[in-house]
């Protein structure tokens, strides 16, 4: 089991940057891929970046150049520094861990990123 915690949203005016933490707990050490996706209201869920063990990172083409994901597994944490955000970023975003051979994959509770412009 993986237990995932987000931190680091709130209301940012267009232009600004936020950055989130997701920190895991559990059995860890079996986390391959870590993400971060979004949801906005009535849309779908979407990713948004992950980054696997070997620090190879995949973007959305929404946030490429803008958004910058990070993992540090000494800390079992992984971040998104997001730059230059715009109201189309305003959504709920979850932390996502696959786990394991299977890929197994756990989630976050979420955490509301508001742009204003």
Not at 67 to 74: P, V
Request: proline share 3%.
């Amino acid at each position: 089991q993986v237990h995932l915690v987000e931190s680091g949203g709130g209301l940012m005016q267009a232009g600004g940057s936020l950055r989130l933490s997701c920190l895991a707990s559990g059995s860890t050490d079996s986390i391959n891929v870590m993400g971060w996706y979004r949801q906005a209201p009535g849309s779908q869920r979407e990713l948004v970046a992950n980054i696997n063990r070997g620090d190879i990172p995949n973007y959305a083409d929404s946030v490429k150049g803008r958004f910058t994901i990070s993992r540090d597994n000494a800390k079992n944490t992984v971040y998104l520094q997001m730059n230059n955000l715009q109201p189309e970023d305003t959504a709920v975003y979850y932390c996502n861990a696959q786990y394991g051979i299977t890929l197994y994959e756990f989630w976050g509770q979420g955490t509301q990123v508001t742009v204003s412009s």
